[in-house]
């Protein structure tokens, strides 16, 4: 035993190219796990796989794919089954901020974009990976909301609108596979180094932050065999 905690275990990442979901890439390869990453930058993936491997870590599967474009999520569930006949983690990480705007100016366009891809995608997911996470003796699904999900804060209505439906879609999907293996929960990352940061606070100095890497540990819990969480919304920090 090589004491990993996610030692064989095939995991799934959205938004894995950069920020969050490249910094628990990181850390579940170091775990142990086997990848699947995907995001739409094919450079990103390259240079996270890379440093995956140059900690030593396995070489990932690597997954461009731009995930508005829904049907391919079905078909990266088929590939994944055919590979490897079951998911063992699923991490619904990208997102996008939208824009900060008053909710009457919002354009419509940017406002469908934001709930696809917060929220819409993430159905999408489950709707794709739920038969495979319950193939696996214990399927983890962990997704990524905001404290925008409650603060209702001014400007911020397509964000926090899209990461309160997401909460309120994960609770629900959690409900419905409780007597299963499967373990369904949400992570607060609270405010952390990334693009998407930078674009909501221009005027903050990012290094009063904490970085991505730093809030990869409750990721770690989530996903691991004896997790027993469910249903619940985490803070990272
Ligand atoms: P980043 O903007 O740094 O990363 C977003 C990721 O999502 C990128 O990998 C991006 O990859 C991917 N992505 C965006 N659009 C698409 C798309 N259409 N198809 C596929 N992938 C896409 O953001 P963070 O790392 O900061 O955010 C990660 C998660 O954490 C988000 O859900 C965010 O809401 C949440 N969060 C972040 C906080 C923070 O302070 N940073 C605070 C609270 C929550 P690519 O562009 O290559 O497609």
Not at 45 to 64: F, M, N, Q, S, Y
Request: charged letters at 20%.
């Amino acid at each position: 035993m090589s004491g990993k905690i996610l030692e064989g275990r095939t995991a799934l990442i959205t938004g894995a190219s950069r920020g969050i979901g490249a910094a628990i890439a990181g850390r579940f390869a170091a775990e142990g796990a086997h990848l699947i990453l995907t995001a739409r930058t094919v450079g990103g993936l390259e240079e996270v796989d890379d440093a995956i491997r140059g900690a030593g870590g396995a070489k990932a599967t690597l997954v461009p794919a731009d995930l508005l474009d829904m049907d391919q999520i079905d078909r990266i569930a088929a590939a994944v089954y055919e590979r490897f006949g079951k998911l063992d983690v699923l991490v619904g990480n990208a997102g996008t901020l939208g824009i900060l705007s008053p909710v009457g100016h919002v354009d419509p366009k940017i406002w469908d974009e934001t709930m696809a891809l917060n929220v819409t995608v993430n159905y999408r997911l489950i709707r794709a990976f739920d038969s495979l996470l319950r193939l696996s003796d214990a399927g983890r699904a962990i997704f990524v909301s905001s404290g925008a999900a409650r603060s209702a804060k001014p400007y911020w209505g397509p964000y926090s609108a899209s990461k309160a439906a997401l909460e309120s879609l994960v609770r629900t999907y959690a409900g419905e596979v409780s007597k299963t293996n499967i373990r369904v929960n949400l992570v607060n990352p609270g405010g952390v180094r990334t693009a998407m940061r930078a674009q909501a606070f221009p005027g903050e100095d990012p290094m009063t932050l904490v970085t991505p890497q730093d809030v990869t540990d409750v990721f770690v819990q989530l996903a691991a065999l004896d997790c027993t969480s469910h249903g619940a919304t985490l803070n990272a920090q």
